[in-house]
């Protein structure tokens, strides 16, 4: 009987140091496409979501047809989103930031929406009694104010990102889920768990950012805590 090999590449192993030696800018190619489609979709997820919600709370018949729309989107499965896509946009990474971008839509017009309906109404009276106009009370008054349930949801949408991007490999374009899809298919154990865990990474790191930039941007929620 020959001996096992030394090496845990050799082995197969589920945690092997030699792969993240060996295909360390492979994993790090990985991590930053990764990153780049959750950042792009989310920002212009949150670019479209904020006038969305602007409609809908200004105009109340805009309400219904707003968060009805997003609602669907959002139960719509990620193979079928990137299929009724695909003749629009083809297989590039911009079909990908759009099924996440409308993905995010829904997380982050609710929560938007949300935060601005919480407003007191004696606040915004306050505001127009001291001769602000209706743009002055939306960035100064409104929006600070809506900010602790906008977070929240750009924090769940910025995560569900994270983990949809990797629905993306089914057309060359998932950051780490290119190296999970290959690995299944190979069963190279060391390449999916490490794929794996850093996506968990990637999503724990960007919750946490994003909720110390709610902290040091809403410092009176601190202080009522």
Not at 64 to 80: I, K, M, N, Q, R
Request: with cysteine; aromatic share 6%.
């Amino acid at each position: 009987m020959t001996a096992p090999p030394d090496d845990c590449l050799a082995r197969n192993e589920w945690i092997c140091g030699a792969y993240l030696t060996s295909r360390r800018h492979i994993l790090w190619e990985a991590v930053l496409q990764h990153l780049q489609l959750t950042v792009i979709a989310v920002l212009i997820g949150l670019l479209l979501a904020l006038p969305l919600a602007l409609a809908a709370r200004h105009r109340r018949w805009a309400a219904g047809p707003v968060l009805g729309v997003t609602t669907v989107l959002y139960t719509v499965p990620s193979l079928a989103m990137f299929s009724l896509l695909l003749p629009v946009y083809g297989l590039s990474a911009a079909l990908v930031v759009a099924g996440l971008v409308l993905y995010s839509l829904t997380l982050l017009v609710r929560n938007i929406l949300a935060g601005l309906r919480a407003v007191p109404e004696e606040t915004r009276q306050a505001a127009r009694g001291m001769g602000y106009g209706p743009v002055r009370l939306l960035v100064a008054v409104e929006l600070p104010l809506a900010l602790p349930a906008a977070m929240a949801g750009l924090r769940i949408a910025t995560v569900s990102a994270v983990s949809l991007v990797t629905i993306g490999a089914i057309v060359g374009y998932g950051g780490l889920g290119n190296l999970i899809y290959s690995g299944m298919n190979t069963y190279f154990k060391a390449q999916v768990l490490t794929a794996s865990v850093l996506c968990v990474v990637i999503a724990v790191a960007a919750d946490l950012l994003l909720l110390l930039v709610q902290r040091l941007l809403t410092p009176w929620t601190r202080r009522q805590s």
